[in-house]
């Protein structure tokens, strides 16, 4: 059985808003599972006890100063805007919602 | 929508669970994540940089005030403060978030295990437990074009305004509210307004719920009623409704009993309550549906990696628990008995939002009666008529303070009183300066009075020979012209005493 | 070739100071060497002669004034695509970026400026430094120096191809799991991966926030180490850079290249070679080791054990991070923005269809694999547990530590592989970073050194690693192999490169 499924791809790639062509996504189900099989030796390595490290090098409390700088202009802000309207992003229309 | 049960009805057979999360913006300089300035009503992505649009590249970097205000509004909701508490990234693609991730906090949120008493209308109070409250970053301001209604559905495109984006957040979040039967829309109501009432007295948000400062999420749900009353509380939950987007406190009783009253249909008539995002409409007062989603959201969090954990030290934290206000719903007591307001008169001032300003007044001299007088009376008129808030006023509180000391001595009478504060809302100046240059002071001169009655006297002839044939009363008619003739600036009592004099035996 | 473009960065200097070039001149004899060697070698992305020339002049009237200038002043430089230059095109080899302009410079760019080092242009990279072997490009792979139908390594192959071609002197780089190290090794280049927060992220386009580091490219140690200096250092803006100074890495470069190097301990990774490595990446390896130990240096075995996990962990961390990096390549603000083929345009579906046409199919295999990783049900058993083998990785490093001052590893286990030999080989293109990994996991400094040429006539890299902070050890240990190496050869390594062909560039739209 493999370690990630043709499905289960489909389903990432939604959730990652990629539309994968069907080709793709039979190459990429074969490719990911042989990658997800040769990673899979991580899970064994580590026991409950071991503490995650999310940075590599440990400081804390790291804070900015609540004090205004200028931001950019309208127009370097809309610069690379692939649409815009009244110095707004435009973008489609938006069927999903609010999560 | 026909499909609603009675409250009382729905009451009678199930049990409303109740569950609030409260997103309040901090009023901070900057952004949380970057130094853009936090304003509200700013030109349209005028207020992006960078880090804010998600820029490639880009980083956040925590603002070290937001933090102080979440850790500030914990204490007051009687929470622990976490000693090390991270930001995670949310995962979730959306034009409004620039990132498609927001950065919050996951597993361990900087404050939790709180509680809130809540005070009724009628004096009871209940207390709602706080499970935690958190960090994050608001979204941008999505605009939807085209369509009918302006709503996501049936637009054509939407504009987005990123100057929202990135705005610190802290969200609320509360533990189940159970027991509180058919007092659950009210109680929703009175927490909303409490939470909002404690961070205007931290002073850490605007707290307009108009302008989506504090905007609150009303969970709710029903359970069959326990036939022993006892048991209630070990009958398991039923699936709960999301409502979003109920923006006034009216809205939020309202949400809560259409919930209770649409579940409660569904529920009676064999149907089920789905798991489910819904938006309130204020036009219908009712909810809808979100759009359903082929799956639930899997937002994939992980520790923010461009962020370092935060580790109050415990004596900064003790250090922000002495700047802690006193909590409202004691301060109102106290005020209450120091000003000798009834129940009703309280309840007045403290929902025209005049409290504090009754309070500063009196601080500045004037009697806590006086001041209602002019807040409540004068002011609100004043204040409706140009569709303001009474702190929006040019009127301060030294201002009124000072008016009732004018009074006090004698300068001024009531009616020129109105004079002035007219003087002062028009920005002519303090109560002083109005008095001065509009001339409007008592005339307590008796030569001028005299020069006044003699001219009156001698245009009524034979009024004068009333009053000297003993029909005192006679003497309102001179008075009058007295009064009219100075402007209203004559002392009455005085006028009238010196025609006594005069023509008395 | 013109003369100026084989001198060091420090012989430059030299010549600058003495006024015997100007850096107007210096620029234009890379521009020229740029623009008759890089249609074969393809090291640049976008050339810059317009800015470059006008910050050379402004180079030359800073120094003509008598300003107390930066060591580097007048030096030009390429930078890796992947760092943001403000209304300069920075596309990080992605199509998807195609026309983005930045509206800011990355902190290390700015720094550049400021230090007035002219930027000819922007490197060729595997998009969004994804690779290793620059193949992955939407603009074409680039050719290595020393054999052109050979990859230069990855992500960064075009500073390394560049800088090897002597079509820059410098090169700023991005190091994730050795897109700084393994390109140099293949090149015959010198490249270091800082300390993690050693120098400034901010601007740098993210792949994997925990394990991203910007560093120096060069021909040489001293060279690498006077633009560490250059870009090291607190960043305000980059809440994870170490609120440190620059760490002395100038003098140790010279300590070293002075062939001081008497009772340095020097551990050699067991993990780190042997089976999986190429014969004579080996021997030089080994000969070097020789040399070290004969300037006085101790060497002992040292044992490593988690590092067998540190390629899964990598790849199960680096894609959960890139997965969540690249989200924002949506369509919405920035970049290209392509409409479904099929059934309604919304939001959603036209992220969708710009997302497909815009990423290549490493990226997408990345992103892929990232958000499984991170997804619901999968990210204690991935995710959580590779951060897991992270802690047991520094543990490893911690106890050698307590041995040694630096640890040493071939830096990369074969030379220059083909083009197009790995590319639909993911599993097999991965293992090319399997020495170089564990210093990111572990945010640890790496350097990687010229060892010579292995039996096939391609050079191969010699790394060094070093305690968090301790980058100065790098340069002291690399210093020494270098003079020592270049003692033996009787000159750089480069020099014993074979003339590329002239080939022009093909014409590309100039910047903007």
């Known amino acids: 059985m493999p370690a990630i499924s043709r499905e289960e791809v489909a389903r990432v790639a939604a959730l990652a808003r990629i539309s994968l062509a069907e080709d793709e996504l039979d190459h990429f189900a074969s490719q990911l599972d042989s990658i997800v099989e040769a990673v899979r030796t991580v899970s064994e390595a580590a026991g409950g006890d071991v503490p995650a490290t999310s940075h590599p090098i440990p400081l804390v409390n790291i804070y900015r100063p609540d004090v205004v700088h200028p931001s950019l202009t309208v127009e370097e802000a809309l610069e690379s805007a692939p649409a815009r309207e009244a110095n707004q992003f435009k973008v489609p229309q938006i069927l999903g919602e609010e999560p | ?505 | ?512």
């Open chain 3, 1 to 512: 070739m013109n003369r100026l473009t084989r001198l060091s960065a420090a012989e430059m200097v030299t010549l600058l100071d003495s006024r015997e070039i100007s850096s107007v001149e210096l620029t234009q004899a890379h521009l020229d060497r740029i623009e008759s060697v890089d249609g074969a070698i393809h090291a640049f992305l976008r050339t810059l002669p317009e800015v470059a020339l006008a910050e050379a002049e402004a180079a030359d009237a800073a120094r003509a004034s008598g300003e107390d200038l930066p060591e580097l002043a007048g030096v030009p430089i390429a930078v890796k695509d992947v760092l943001a230059t403000k209304g300069l095109t920075t596309t990080c080899g992605s199509k998807i970026l195609r026309n983005w302009i930045p509206a800011y410079d990355a902190t290390v760019v700015k720094k550049l400026r400021e230090a007035h080092l002219p930027v000819l242009g922007k490197t060729n990279m595997d998009e969004f430094a994804m690779g290793s072997s620059t193949e992955h490009s939407a603009y074409g792979p680039t050719h290595n120096p020393w054999d052109l139908d050979r990859i230069p390594g990855g992500s960064g192959g075009g500073s390394a191809a560049a800088v090897g071609a002597f079509e820059a002197p410098l090169a700023l780089g991005s190091d994730t799991g050795g897109s700084i190290r393994q390109p140099a090794a293949v090149t015959g280049t010198v490249g270091v991966k800082p300390t993690y927060g050693g120098v400034s992220r901010y601007g740098l386009v993210a792949m994997a926030s925990s394990l991203d580091q910007v560093g120096p490219v060069a021909r040489n140690v001293l060279d690498t180490a006077l633009l560490h200096a250059v870009i090291g250092g607190h960043d305000p803006k980059d809440q994870t850079s170490l609120n440190d100074p620059v760490p002395p890495v100038v003098e140790a470069a010279r300590l070293g290249l002075a062939g001081d190097v008497k009772g340095l301990r020097i551990g050699v990774v067991q993990e780190l070679g042997g089976s999986g490595f190429q014969a004579g990446v080996m021997d030089r390896f080994q000969e070097a080791l020789a040399l070290l130990e004969g300037l006085g240096a101790t060497v002992r075995q040292v044992s490593c054990p988690s590092f067998r996990y540190a390629l899964g962990a990598y790849y199960l961390i680096m894609p959960s991070e890139a997965s969540s990096n690249l989200a924002r390549f949506d369509a919405m603000r920035y970049g290209i923005r392509v409409d479904p083929k099929a059934g309604p345009v919304t939001a959603e579906s036209v992220m969708g269809a710009t997302r497909e046409a815009g990423f290549g199919p490493e990226v997408k295999r990345r992103i892929i694999l990232g958000t499984y990783a991170l997804s619901a049900g999968y990210y204690d058993a991935y995710y959580g547990s590779a951060q897991k083998v992270r802690t047991l990785i520094q543990r490893d490093f911690e106890a050698a530590w307590e041995q040694v001052d630096v640890l040493v590893s071939p830096t990369s286990p074969t030379t220059a592989f083909k083009l197009g030999e790995k590319l639909d080989d993911p599993l097999a293109m991965y293992l090319a970073d399997v020495a170089t990994i564990p210093v990111n996991l572990a945010g640890i400094p790496g350097i990687s050194v010229p060892s010579g040429l292995a039996e096939d006539g391609l050079p191969a890299g010699f790394q060094a690693l070093a305690p968090a902070r301790a980058d100065a050890f790098l340069y002291q240990v690399g210093g020494a192999l270098e003079a020592a190496l270049e003692d033996k050869w009787g000159g750089p390594l480069a020099a014993q490169a074979l003339e590329i062909p002239t080939q022009s560039r093909v014409k590309e739209a100039s910047n903007g």
């Open chain 2, 1 to 505: 929508m026909a499909d609603l049960f009675g409250f009382d009805e729905a009451l009678e057979r199930f049990d409303p669970v109740l569950g609030i999360e409260i997103h309040v913006e901090l009023n901070t300089k900057t952004k949380m994540f970057c130094s853009c300035a936090n304003n509200f009503g700013a030109p349209p992505n005028s207020q992006v940089c960078p880090v804010c649009l998600g820029l490639p590249g880009a980083m956040p970097a925590v603002n070290h005030k937001a933090v102080e205000s979440a850790i500030r509004l914990g204490l007051a909701l009687n929470c622990e403060v976490a000693e090390h508490c991270t930001f995670a990234r949310k995962n979730y693609f959306y034009p409004d978030v620039s990132k498609d991730y927001q950065i919050s906090q996951y597993d361990d949120p900087i404050d939790f295990d709180g509680y809130l008493d809540v005070e009724l209308e009628d004096g009871a109070v209940f207390r709602i437990g706080i499970e935690r409250a958190h960090m994050e970053e608001d979204a941008a301001k999505n605009t939807h074009v085209g369509g009918a209604t302006g709503r996501i559905q049936g637009a054509d495109y939407t504009l987005v305004d990123y100057n929202r984006g990135g705005t610190p957040l802290v969200e609320i979040v509360t533990r189940p509210i159970e027991g509180a039967g058919a007092r659950t829309p009210e109680l929703a109501r009175a927490y909303v307004a409490a939470v909002r009432e404690l961070v205007i007295a931290l002073g850490i948000s605007d707290a307009r719920m108009d302008q989506g400062s504090i905007r609150a999420d009303v969970n709710l749900s029903l359970r069959p009623r326990a036939s022993d009353p006892s048991k209630q509380a070990q009958v398991p939950f039923g699936k709960r409704s999301e409502t979003k987007n109920v923006n006034s406190l009216r809205a939020i009783d309202k949400a809560v009993r259409h919930e209770v009253r649409r579940q409660a249909a569904l529920l009676a008539s064999g149907g089920a309550v789905v798991q489910e995002t819904r938006h309130w409409h204020e036009d219908t007062e009712s909810t809808s549906p979100g759009r359903s989603k082929e799956q639930a959201e899997d937002y994939r969090y992980f520790p923010e990696p461009d962020l370092l954990p935060i580790e109050p030290s415990r004596a900064w934290v003790e250090e922000l628990r002495l700047t802690l206000p006193e909590p409202p719903a004691e301060r109102r007591k106290r005020l209450q008995g120091a000003w000798g307001f009834t129940d009703f008169e309280m309840r007045d001032a403290v929902n025209a939002g005049a409290l504090d300003l009754i309070a500063a007044t009196v601080e500045a001299g004037a009697s806590p009666a006086g001041a209602r007088k002019w807040w409540m009376g004068e002011l609100a008129r004043a204040a409706n008529e140009r569709g303001t808030d009474l702190a929006g006023l040019p009127a301060t509180p030294a201002d009124i303070a000072g008016l009732e000391s004018l009074i006090a001595a004698g300068r001024i009478n009531d009616k020129l009183a109105r004079q002035v504060l007219e003087g002062v809302l028009a920005g002519e100046g303090t109560p002083e300066e109005v008095l001065t240059a509009r001339g409007l002071e008592v005339v307590s001169d008796d030569a001028a009075l005299l020069e006044a009655i003699d001219a009156a006297l001698a245009a009524q002839p034979d009024i004068a020979e009333k009053i000297r044939g003993g029909k005192v009363q006679a003497a309102g008619a001179i008075v009058g012209a007295v009064m009219k003739a100075t402007r209203g600036q004559a002392d009455a009592g005085r006028v009238r005493e010196l025609i006594i004099e005069k023509l008395g035996s």
